[in-house]
T-cell receptor, first 113, second 110 residues
Framework: DAGVIQSPRHEVTEMGQEVTLRCKPISGHDYLFWYRQTMMRGLELLIY????????DSGMPEDRFSAKMPNASFSTLKIQPSEPRDSAVYFCASSWGRTNEQFFGPGTRLTVL | KNEVEQSPQNLTAQEGEFITINCSYS?????LHWLQQHPGGGIVSLFMLSSGKKKHGRLIATINIQEKHSSLHITASHPRDSAVYIC????????????FGKGTKLSVKP
């Protein structure tokens, strides 16, 4: 298996633009997690899905953030409109089972100017 | 106060040295994870433990539930061990989501 795949790896955009981050989990995994990593706050859970259904989105910072999982092999995290404080590395991870080892994607480094 | 505290924040060692990274937490947990983040940014899970000790190669992880403390040890350190090591706990009350420490940046010099 290729592991968790994320795209793009780097994204530079201007404030106010829409940003879409993409994730393909490991085949067969039933949980998908979106995390954000910043120097100040470290890794933080944004949202997670179980069998394509959003379970806990309490970490989503505000209404500008939305996430979807239309099928078992694809998820998106969208920021609209983007702001400079959204600059961070966004990781997607997947696991089989809620509490088992999570496998992380390579991350998307987002810079909002 | 952060729920998960790691020490030290930064650590520089010479090749071959024995290294210890500490993690203390303030919440009840069902499990503790140690993760490694490579200089390129990728994150790999090293250990998941809820009691006692686990060993994988030159890496050893221990946990003391009563003291709410875990340590990650690296024996015979090597420059390729240079990375950020992150402690994460699975809280037993917050729907079991992972809570992460800020990480310990390790640099091993040849």
């Amino acid at each position: 298996d290729a592991g968790v795949i994320q795209s793009p790896r780097h994204e530079v955009t201007e404030m106010g633009q829409e940003v879409t981050l993409r994730c393909k989990p490991i085949s067969g995994h039933d949980y998908l997690f979106w995390y954000r990593q910043t120097m100040m706050r470290g890794l933080e859970l944004l949202i997670y899905f179980n069998n394509n259904v959003p379970i806990d989105d309490s970490g989503m910072p505000e209404d500008r953030f939305s996430a979807k999982m239309p099928n078992a092999s694809f998820s998106t995290l969208k920021i609209q409109p983007s702001e400079p404080r959204d600059s961070a590395v966004y990781f997607c991870a997947s696991s089989w089972g809620r509490t088992n080892e999570q496998f992380f994607g390579p991350g998307t480094r987002l810079t909002v100017l | 106060k952060n729920e998960v505290e790691q020490s030290p924040q930064n650590l520089t060692a010479q090749e071959g040295e024995f290294i210890t990274i500490n993690c203390s937490y303030s919440v009840g947990i069902s499990a503790l994870h140690w993760l490694q983040q490579h200089p390129g940014g990728g994150i790999v899970s090293l250990f998941m433990l809820s009691s006692g000790k686990k060993k994988h190669g030159r890496l050893i992880a221990t946990i003391n539930i009563q003291e709410k403390h875990s340590s990650l040890h690296i024996t015979a350190s090597h420059p390729r061990d240079s990375a950020v090591y992150i402690c994460a706990v699975r809280s037993s009350w917050s729907q079991g989501n992972l809570i992460f420490g800020k990480g310990t940046k390790l640099s091993v010099k040849p």
